[in-house]
């Protein structure tokens, strides 16, 4: 079965510094792995998906994350961060087993960013 | 606008009480999917249909009741809730993953 683990419940940056929010997967096949934003109260939004193309993803909101295949990571990163970034981030992983796929999550990370 | 719409989006409840969730996507996607999120805890997946068809159903209590009338609708009916079941009830919808899910905006649900 796959899984993601996410270092670090809560990572606090200034804003304008660089965010690195980091996600290991565990698969015994080429995984597919997705970051997901949730703001307060709100469903999950899809900031960027790896399925298998190129390694370096870019996503909205001028994130991106880099799939690295020795290091089992796929973490996110942002150059600048804004006020408009504090909110929990979750990274997943598509799971093949049963009768469909579906979607493991990670415990997620909360983003602070202060002024 | 994500394609995948909640309602009710709150919802207080007492533990005799039966109500329903509903979710409607028009994304034209062969999957949906119910997640639970309660504070502190990991997302939890619920249900899973495929099809219109149950496939998955990770143990969870039958007090909650699952039904996909059609590819474009699913609900989730409780009754006899407890106050741990106090969650942000979140439904999701793929086309094979592919593209990962898209989720609805949750009903954020309270049992008194």
């Known amino acids: 079965a796959q899984s993601v683990t996410q270092l670090g419940s809560h990572v606090s940056v200034s804003e304008g510094a660089l965010v690195l929010l980091r996600c290991n997967y565990s698969s015994s096949v080429p995984p597919y792995l997705f970051w997901y934003v949730q703001y307060p109260n709100q469903g999950l939004q899809l900031l960027l998906k790896?399925?298998?193309?190129?390694?370096l993803v870019k996503g909205i909101n001028g994130f991106e994350a880099e799939f690295k295949k020795s290091e089992t990571s796929f973490h996110l990163t942002k150059p600048s961060a804004h006020m408009s970034d504090a909110a929990e981030y979750f990274c997943a992983v598509r799971d093949y087993g049963g009768a469909t796929n579906k979607l493991i999550f990670g415990t997620g990370t909360l983003l602070a960013v202060q002024p | 606008e994500t394609g995948v719409t909640q309602t009710p989006r709150h919802l207080v409840m007492g533990m005799t009480n039966k109500k329903s969730l509903k979710c409607e996507q028009h994304l034209g996607h062969n999957a949906m999917y119910w997640y639970k999120q309660s504070a502190k805890k990991p997302l939890e997946l619920m249900f899973v249909y495929s099809l219109e068809e149950r496939v998955e159903n990770n143990s969870v209590p039958s007090r909650f009741s699952p039904e996909c009338p059609n590819s474009s609708h699913l609900f989730l009916h409780l009754h006899t809730l407890q106050p741990e079941d106090s969650a942000l009830y979140l439904c999701?919808?793929?086309?094979?993953?592919?593209?990962?899910?898209?989720f609805g905006q949750g009903t954020r649900l309270t049992v008194v």
């Open positions: 790896y399925t298998s193309a190129a390694t």
């Open positions: 999701a919808s793929s086309q094979d993953l592919e593209g990962g899910a898209f």
